[in-house]
């Protein structure tokens, strides 16, 4: 299920906003084990303690929090990623307006284990656009997530690098974090600027490209 319209570039800063004393959610994608959802806490205000039987990740596209996990306390701020893993106590607060991307597991499978994620220690955040350098004629891509049902990956463009069209077996989620890339979904293109976000459909085919300039982008692949 996917709850915004496909296929064309979305600021999700507009998309989804709250107002003092509210924090608002909204769920874009959702699949048997695992879904994407939007949120935004005014300032000062915190989603409360859970515990979550799958692991979950956190994108901040606005604003910065804090992250409290059992006893620890972790700063989240506009352009980090933060990996929380199962089973474990957390809460959110916000310290201006945080707006977060969430992507979660809805079951704690042990067979679901992450293992490509052992640079990064898990719980700590850190700056996604930083993760990946350029290289000149080249295409670079890091697997933070590889599951079954969920692929997280951030990828630099050369300027004139592509990929060709292919099909995907899930909905993916697109996000920019540097520069802008042009996008074709069934051969129409559009393109998504830094802090811009898109939807590409399941099973249809799509392509990447840096026609103008060097880009970098988040990929979130939620599998059928």
């Not at 996917?2 to 909204?26: D, G, H, Q, R, Y």
Request: net charge negative; hydrophobic share 40%; charged share 25%.
């Amino acid at each position: 299920m996917v709850k915004i319209e496909m296929a064309k570039p979305i600021n999700f800063n507009e998309l989804i906003t709250s107002k003092e004393a509210e924090v608002v959610s909204m769920r874009i994608l959702n699949q048997p084990n695992s879904y994407i959802s939007l949120f935004s806490l005014a300032k000062d205000e915190e989603i409360t303690a859970e515990t979550m039987l799958g692991n979950r990740y956190y994108y901040c596209f606005n604003g910065n929090g804090e992250i409290f996990i059992e006893n620890s306390k972790k700063m989240i701020s506009r352009g980090d990623f933060l990996e929380i893993a199962a089973n474990h106590n957390y809460s959110i607060e916000a310290r201006n307006n945080l707006k977060l991307i969430e992507v979660g597991e809805k079951i704690g499978d042990k067979n679901m284990e992450n293992t490509t994620l052992k640079m990064l220690e898990s719980a700590s955040a850190f700056n996604l656009s930083e993760i990946v350098d350029y290289q000149e004629g080249k295409i670079v891509s890091k697997n933070l997530v590889a599951k079954p049902n969920l692929v997280m990956t951030v990828m630099s463009f050369w300027k004139g690098e592509s990929l060709d069209p292919h099909k995907a077996p899930g909905d993916a989620l697109v996000t920019v974090l540097d520069g802008e890339g042009k996008y074709y979904v069934d051969g129409k293109p559009f393109v998504v600027k830094k802090g811009e976000s898109a939807v590409l459909p399941a099973n249809i085919p799509h392509a990447v490209e840096a026609e103008t300039e060097n880009f970098k982008m988040l990929l979130i692949l939620v599998k059928e």
